[in-house]
């Protein structure tokens, strides 16, 4: 079956530190991949889009990889700081002909000071 | 910046009352969606729309219709509300008809059927 997953267990981390969230898919072939933030009580705010034919895109402290091969991307953000505490969703297009983005459950960052 | 609203944050309703979750988007943006966000699975789409009384199926449809007479107003309905419908509820919309195009979330309805 389709599937996108993402770590369910929370990722804590120390402030100063780089956070790295995985993101695993199966059986699709996406041209991109998107990385939203979600805080608690709150809809996704878009961050970072990345295709296939990149491997990797930087905006100020994130990064995001994308292999194709492996079906993975990972999410870094460097110097973290406890405001990066937020839940992170990756999504990716199904690339089955129209509209359709696929969602993962996220992975939930605590960052402590 | 792109505003998306929903009528309310939070909402609490009976077993069998009808629902209406109101979405306004306020960038001309094309394409309108519904989801829903329960623990553990993720956003789940419930209906789309690409334009004006359009509509299409997500993957959730079932117990849930929905309308667009304007464009910038993406309505849910829940003819029938059960239990099992009790979830976050969140509108998005998007510019364009690619699926490469970011979406932009409202802040989401926490519905609770009783």
């Known amino acids: 079956s389709q599937k996108i997953e993402q770590n369910s267990e929370a990722l804590n981390i120390q402030e100063g530190k780089t956070a790295t969230l995985t993101c695993n898919y199966t059986n699709y072939s996406p041209a991109y991949l998107q990385w939203y933030r979600q805080d608690p009580g709150r809809g996704p705010v878009f961050l970072l889009l990345i295709r296939e034919n990149e491997k990797e895109k930087r905006k100020e402290r994130l990064k995001v990889t994308f292999d194709t091969t492996l079906k993975q991307s990972l999410f870094h953000i460097t110097a973290s700081q406890p405001a990066d505490s937020a839940t992170y969703l990756c999504a990716l297009d199904t690339n089955t002909g129209g509209f359709k983005t696929i969602f993962g459950a996220g992975t939930r960052l605590f960052v402590k000071a | 910046d792109v505003k998306v609203t929903q009528s309310s944050r939070y909402l609490v309703k009976r077993t069998g009352e009808k629902v209406f979750l109101e979405c306004v988007q306020d960038?001309?943006?094309?394409?309108m969606f519904w989801y829903r966000q329960d623990p553990g699975l993720g956003l789940r789409l419930i209906y789309f729309s690409y334009d004006v009384k359009m509509k299409e199926k997500g993957d959730i449809p079932e117990g849930y219709s929905v309308s667009r007479e304007k464009k910038e107003r993406f309505s849910l309905i829940l003819e029938s509300a059960s239990t099992n419908q009790t979830s976050m509820y969140l509108c998005?919309?998007?510019?364009?008809?690619?699926?490469?195009?970011?979406?932009?979330f409202g802040p989401g309805t926490r519905l609770t059927v009783l």
């Open positions: 998005a919309s998007t510019l364009g008809v690619s699926s490469y195009n970011e979406q932009f």
């Open positions: 960038m001309d943006h094309e394409n």
